[in-house]
Each structure stands twice: as structure tokens, then as C-alpha cells.
């Protein structure tokens, strides 16, 4: 029996490896290039944090496991330091990387690359299992590559020594993607043994001519009831004419449901797809050809080329990449950004954001933390109540006009109640009204009385944007918007980059929705329409930047979700009380519910469900249950004969059927935000109500009115903190929601205004009815 306990020095490992570089994360710490200060030879060293109450049992494991394990096919261990609470294991240095790090870059490895790899990993796994141990976490990321073309097994973390009084192993470890279904279902079968690697060799090798192990695009919860179920079965090759019987072969031997009929590592090797094969030359093959496309910062990917990525290449010619702001670079005016005084109130449905993403320092008076009131029939936190001020938005000079007309003063009584209790200075005396028609939408609020404005970022922009959403930069700090074009694609707009006021283009296909979750921007794009996954950190690079005029048809950035094919709506919504994100995606015949994996970083495909929808659907909006792991969907809504409102609702976890209800009056909703918990903001026609998630009326309180009449037909409306403001096609109106009093109020026949987003930042496009080019707002602080 050889040792079970692994020898750690505790001298001071500086003294023997100096650092070079971090080179990426383990499954217990991070991963430097080192190298040996005797012999100047290169390792890569692992570096634990040592913390009381830390499972050491795990980390000895590795050591243990690696320590034991001398073969040419196995990462050699070179000792292990105990210091200062930091472990230190070293470890023989893989210059090549790891397969995963290789194929992103060069796509799929050919079938001679992919044999080769095959038969390396079966030697070293065959000296593993006859050494009794099982390795139990095989799969690209974890086969390392030399820089003279070797293969290696590492990553032992998860590793596990079988004895002769323990022939199986009983716990639930590895990824689901490789997991062979004996793990999957140990608690039915009862446990596992060595062929479990042998099964997850098998999906490698899928892995590598495709580029994603099998179920890759599902929720790795939803791989693993699948692969669990007892009529799962074993995947196979997609292009099955692009490989030979001999690959095809192995790949039905290795993945062999039966693991009692499942062939050993050395039985496989004896299979004619491991034979002859000349791995080193092989794998050098693909070392050059891994070098050469990262130092040309080349994509390179063997695939055909669809129709859409054809249409989208010539469309593409056709397009201006970036787009300069016509706005006098003398006037160097400062993006003033959204307090949170100006930011659209959280909805229930939204992830955890910052209150602002104000950067400046504020008035004393304007950060004021207000008192909330509350419904007393509805757990409805009514937005918090402004000064009572008239709200403003200003720099959005269109004309020469005279000034905006304002909302008389309240009453001195009420003033004077709202500057004592909030500890609030009373605003002076107002200027007389102005007739609205005479107003421009440069001054329909006035800044010396406000703190709310509308900021303009862009002038004469040549694109028609259909919405937009907003972006921080994780390193930098900066704040992006969004812009999407049906005819132009995808916009970004650096509102930090005062010198360099522009736009440039990060996607060239056709695009009708945008939403950001953390890094990662989510579109409808294309046509026909998919839902895309597109990863901001790398759009934004300077290198991204050079290269998307000329990379078209595939993007290491970008990923098309499979199935979302004539997408027609989405939605995201972060269900609290779970604490799980979700995207749903409506099609013609059914909806596509994904939820987001946080090791990922992306959405992954849960269910599809399928279902007859209206062929106009006007509503594609959740709503969050405490006793629903699903959010419903609510796919319309109708006004009764008693001017009350009935959701259309959708459960997808009950599976409740669903059709046209031809009783009631069909209402075409322009928002719908579930604001809390019990209560929703609908607007329609010319109103905006509260009401409850059974579509009840909220009862007016004295603090809050639930239902707000406008002068014209709603087109979009956003709820802000103590009012709703509602836009036309003409103009804009907003009303306060503690008395209905009007807090903006601006009309003008002679231009267009669209409401492009409201998820964090309000963003407004305005231009002259006879002209193509608009300008661009955001609602800012004053």
C-alpha cells in the first residue's frame, strides 16, 4: 500500500520558485507559471488559501493522488509548502494549455487529433485504474499539452482511491456534461466504478470534433435529469458522414450505457481508432496552428456558412461602423448622470443594482433618503415622494421657443409640511405658466428648480434605434448604452469618452431587443430572428473593436441560443424569492425558458414548452410568485364591463392551457412592470393603473392614487420615484402619484419621440418629422 498521507514541506517555497505569471484558476486556487530557481526549468504552481475551518481532507486528496501517480501521461507532482496559511503544490508546467483553451480558438480538432488525444488519455487513465484510483472529472479543460506535443491528465481535485474493501465510490461528483449516467443516478444505482472515466472519454471526444460536449446548451441541472433517466440515450456524433467507422465505433464503445458492459481503459486501446497514431507530431500540428491564429487575433472555426450569415456579411458592407455626434466639440459639457432621484423605480422581476450610478457628489438636500408610504391593502412601497418641485428636462434645445409652461406651486401649507418632515428647503416662488404649445423639449422642465433633466448625448444621429439598454464596464467604470437597429444591428455609446463623442458597432445582424445581465447582452438578432448571447468585456476591447468591421460570420463573442429560431419576444426576470434568473423566449409555437448559470456566465436552455400564441402578441411580461419556482407569464390582458383588468396569465410549471378569452374587451398594454411584490403598473390607452397580481385595482390611498389620467394615448411610460411619466409620439407628460398633479407637460406636432429604454437609464430619441437624423437623451441630475 503506498503512502496515504502526502509529505508538505513547510519551508519557504519562494525560495525555491520564483512567479511569473498567473495563468488561470484550479479547482482549489490559482495557477501561476513559476520557475525552478535551481535549474531554471519552467513549473506551474498552485496556490491555496488556508483558512480555519477548511475541508485540508480535499486538498491532501489531490496531493495524494498526484504524488502516487508517476506516468507520462499524468501532470507530474513536484512537492508541496505549507506557509503563512498559503499552500504552494507544484506541479510539471504544460506550455500548450489545456484543450479547452485550444479548440476555442482553433475550432474542432480533426480526427486524427482527435484519436491521438483519445489514445494518450486512455493510457494514463489505464495506469490510474490499475493503481486503483479514479480520476472522475475528464473532460478538455483538464487535459493539459506540452509544447512538445505531449498529453497530460490533471485536475485531481476531485479524484477518489478506490480499495480492495471499497470496490465503488457513492458520491456525486464531477460535471454533468461528461457524467456518465451510473453518477447521475447513484442514488438508484447504488454507485460506480473505474468505467465512469471511460464513458466521460467517450464525450471528450465528442467535445473536441464539436466544440461542446452533448446537452452543452441545456442548464447543467436539466443535463443531469436527463442523463439520469433510465431511457436516456447515449449521444452521438451530429455529422456523422464527416467521420469514420472506426471514430464512430470507439465512440459506441466508450459510451456503452451498461457500465458492467463498458470496455476498459486497455481493451480500447486495442480498438483499431488508438492504433498507429503518431500523437506527437499530431498535436504539434495543433499547437501551430493555435499559436498562429492567436498572433494574427484571428477567429477560425470550421463550419459552413448559413444564408443569414451570408445576408448579414453583405448587409454589413453596407454599414457605418461608427458614428461621430455632430455636437460642437467646443462645448465641452458634462454628461451629468442619473441620481437616484432620476432612475426608474427596481421592478419585483429585477436582479440587485446600485440605488445610482451618480458619480459626483450631490447637494445634501438631493441625496435626502425619503420616507416611503404605503398602500394599506397592498404590500406596494409607493416610489419615494421629490420636493415638491417641478421635475426637469433640460439641454434638449430643438428650437428657439419661448419657455416651458409649469405646474402651479402647491399650497405654502403642504410645502411647508413636506420641508419639515423630510428636512427639505421649500423650492421659491415659480414663474408664471407658458401655454404648452409654445414649450420646446429643450427646457419642459426648468434645472434652477429641479433635479432631474434630460441630458443630451448624441446629436443628429443617422440611425433609427428601437430600444436600448444601458452597460457599466467592470474594470474601467464606464457607462455604455445600447442601441438597437433593425436595419443597422448594435450600437455602443461610451457616455465616460467626453473627447471622443461616437458610437461604434459591436454587431452587424438585425436587431429588435437588447437586455444586459452583468456582462452579457442578450438580443434578438437576425433574420429569420435568434436570441444571441454576445460578451460585452470582449466586444469592448480594443482588439474586438478592430476586428468586428471585418469578422462576420462567427465571433468568438457571440452565441446563437439553439432552438430560438422566429424569436418574437423575451423577457428576463430574477425571481427573489429563489434568488434564480430566467429568459424566456416566445416563438411562433411554443416558449423557451433558460436560466442563468453563474459558473457559465450565460443563460442555458431548462425547457421548452409548447403552445399556440396569438400570432400579435401585445404582452410578454413576468411576474414573480413566493410559491412558484417558475415566474408566470402574462401574454395579455383585457378590460371587463366593469373597467377592471384581467391579466392573461401563462403557468408554465402547471402547464395550464391557455387560449383567446372572446368575452372581454382585448386592451393593446404599452407597460407593464411588476413593482412589487403584489403590485403592477399596466398602461393602456389613456391611463396608467395599479393593480394587483389577479388584476385587481390597488384601493387609492392618501398617499398614493392608482390610477392616472394622461391628455393623449400612451405609447410607453416609466415609473420614477414619486411619478409616472408617459410618452406620445408628440410629446411627453408626467404626473405625480401622490395627487396626480402634473410634474411634465410638453407637445410638438413638428417631431417624433421614442422612449428607447428604461432599465436603469431613460434614454429618449427626438427628431424632426421631415428628417432622418435624431437626438438622443438620457434623463439625467441637474
Not at 470496490?167 to 457524467?179: A, H, V
Not at 480498438?271 to 491564429?293: A, N, T
Not at 398602500?375 to 419661448?402: C, G, Q, W, Y
Not at 409616472?724 to 407637445?747: E, H, M, P, R, Y
Request: aromatic residues 8%.
Amino acid at each position: 500500500m503506498k503512502n496515504n498521507k502526502p509529505i508538505i514541506l513547510t519551508s519557504n517555497p519562494e525560495n525555491e520558485f520564483e512567479l511569473i505569471q498567473r495563468v488561470g484558476s484550479g479547482t482549489y486556487g490559482e495557477v501561476y507559471k513559476a520557475r525552478v530557481k535551481a535549474t531554471g526549468d519552467l513549473a506551474a504552481v498552485k496556490i491555496i488559501n488556508v483558512e480555519p475551518g477548511d475541508n485540508f481532507e480535499i486538498i491532501q486528496q489531490e496531493i495524494c493522488l498526484m504524488q502516487d501517480c508517476k506516468h507520462p501521461n499524468i501532470v507530474q507532482y513536484h512537492g508541496s509548502y505549507l506557509r503563512k496559511d498559503k499552500l504552494w503544490i507544484a506541479m510539471e508546467y504544460c506550455g500548450g494549455g489545456s484543450l479547452q483553451d485550444v479548440y476555442h480558438v482553433t475550432g474542432p480538432l480533426t480526427e486524427v487529433m482527435v484519436g491521438s488525444v483519445c489514445t494518450e488519455m486512455l493510457k494514463g487513465l489505464d495506469y490510474m485504474h490499475k493503481q486503483h484510483k479514479i480520476h472522475r472529472d475528464i473532460k478538455g479543460a483538464n487535459v493539459l499539452l506540452t509544447i512538445e506535443g505531449d498529453v497530460k491528465l490533471a485536475d485531481f481535485g476531485v479524484g477518489a482511491q478506490i480499495t480492495s474493501t471499497i470496490g465503488k465510490r457513492s458520491s456525486f461528483i464531477g460535471t454533468p456534461y461528461w457524467m456518465a449516467p451510473e453518477v447521475a443516478a447513484v442514488e438508484r444505482t447504488g454507485g460506480y466504478n473505474f468505467a465512469c472515466d471511460i464513458w466521460a472519454v467517450g464525450i471528450t471526444a465528442i467535445e473536441l470534433a464539436e466544440c461542446q460536449p452533448p446537452l452543452f446548451d441545456l442548464h447543467p441541472m436539466r443535463a443531469l435529469y436527463l442523463i439520469s433517466k433510465r431511457n436516456y440515450s447515449p449521444p452521438t456524433l451530429k455529422n456523422k458522414n464527416k467521420w469514420s467507422a472506426s471514430m464512430k465505433d470507439f465512440l459506441k464503445l466508450a459510451l456503452t450505457k451498461n457500465p458492467k458492459k463498458r470496455p476498459a481503459a486497455d481493451k480500447l486501446l486495442q480498438h483499431p481508432f488508438c492504433q498507429g497514431r503518431f500523437v506527437r507530431s499530431s498535436i504539434r500540428e495543433l499547437l501551430e496552428k493555435f499559436d498562429i491564429l492567436k498572433q494574427t487575433k484571428k477567429r477560425f472555426y470550421q463550419s459552413d456558412a448559413s444564408e443569414e450569415e451570408e445576408k448579414a456579411e453583405k448587409e454589413t458592407e453596407k454599414t457605418v461602423k461608427r458614428i461621430t455626434s455632430k455636437k460642437n466639440k467646443a462645448k465641452k459639457d458634462e454628461v451629468k448622470y442619473p441620481e437616484k432621484n432620476a432612475q426608474p423605480v427596481k421592478k419585483e422581476t429585477e436582479l440587485q443594482r446600485a440605488e445610482t450610478i451618480q458619480r459626483e457628489e450631490q447637494d445634501s438636500t438631493i441625496k435626502q433618503d425619503l420616507n416611503q408610504p404605503m398602500l394599506p391593502h397592498a404590500s406596494f412601497n409607493v416610489p419615494k415622494l421629490l420636493p415638491r418641485k417641478v421635475s426637469a428636462i433640460n439641454e434638449m434645445k430643438e428650437t428657439d421657443s419661448k419657455p416651458p409652461p409649469i405646474p402651479l406651486k402647491p399650497k405654502q401649507s403642504e410645502s411647508a409640511l413636506l420641508a419639515t418632515s423630510q428636512n427639505l428647503i421649500v423650492p421659491p416662488p415659480l414663474p408664471p405658466r407658458v401655454p404648452a404649445h409654445e414649450r420646446p423639449i429643450s427646457q419642459v422642465f426648468s434645472p434652477k428648480t429641479s433635479k432631474n433633466c434630460f441630458n443630451k448625448i448624441f446629436h443628429e444621429c443617422p440611425i433609427s434605434f428601437t430600444c436600448s439598454t444601458s452597460w457599466t464596464h467592470p474594470e474601467t467604470k464606464n457607462h455604455y448604452l445600447i442601441f438597437a437597429s433593425v436595419e443597422d444591428g448594435i450600437y455602443s455609446l461610451n457616455l465616460d469618452d467626453l473627447e471622443n463623442i461616437e458610437m461604434f458597432q459591436i454587431f452587424p445582424r438585425s436587431c429588435k431587443w437588447v437586455y444586459v445581465v452583468k456582462n452579457k447582452l442578450i438580443s434578438i438578432s437576425g433574420e429569420p430572428s435568434h436570441v444571441y448571447m454576445h460578451c460585452l468585456l470582449q466586444m469592448h476591447s480594443v482588439q474586438s473593436r478592430e476586428q468586428f468591421a471585418s469578422v462576420v460570420k462567427v465571433s468568438p463573442h457571440t452565441s446563437k441560443v439553439p432552438g430560438s429560431s422566429n424569436a418574437q419576444k423575451c423577457c428576463v426576470a430574477h425571481n427573489p424569492y429563489n434568488n434564480q434568473l430566467y429568459l424566456f423566449v416566445a416563438m411562433k409555437n411554443s416558449i423557451l425558458l433558460l436560466q442563468w448559470y453563474e459558473p457559465l456566465q450565460k443563460f442555458m436552455i431548462v425547457r421548452t414548452f409548447e403552445i399556440e400564441l396569438p400570432t400579435d402578441l401585445l404582452t410578454f411580461e413576468a411576474i414573480v410568485q413566493k410559491e412558484s419556482e417558475y415566474p408566470i407569464l402574462c401574454v395579455g390582458a383585457y378590460e371587463r364591463s366593469d373597467y377592471t383588468i384581467l391579466l392573461d396569465k401563462l403557468d408554465i410549471e402547471n402547464k395550464t392551457p391557455w387560449e383567446l378569452k372572446q368575452e372581454y374587451k382585448r386592451i393593446d398594454v404599452k407597460a407593464f412592470s411588476q413593482l412589487e411584490k403584489n403590485a403592477i403598473l399596466v398602461a393602456y390607452e389613456e391611463k396608467v393603473i395599479f393593480v394587483d397580481i389577479n388584476g385587481n385595482k390597488i384601493s387609492s390611498t392618501p398617499n398614493c392614487l392608482t390610477e392616472l389620467h394622461f391628455s393623449y394615448p400612451i405609447n410607453s411610460a416609466v415609473c420614477l420615484p414619486g411619478s409616472i411619466l408617459t410618452f406620445n409620439s408628440n410629446g411627453i407628460q408626467g404626473k405625480s402619484v401622490i395627487d396626480g398633479q402634473v410634474t411634465a407637460q410638453f407637445t410638438d406636432s413638428s417631431r417624433l419621440y421614442k422612449l428607447l429604454g428604461s432599465d436603469r437609464i431613460v434614454v429618449i430619441e427626438s427628431r424632426v418629422r421631415t428628417e432622418r437624423v435624431s437626438n438622443l437623451y438620457i434623463l439625467a441630475s441637474s
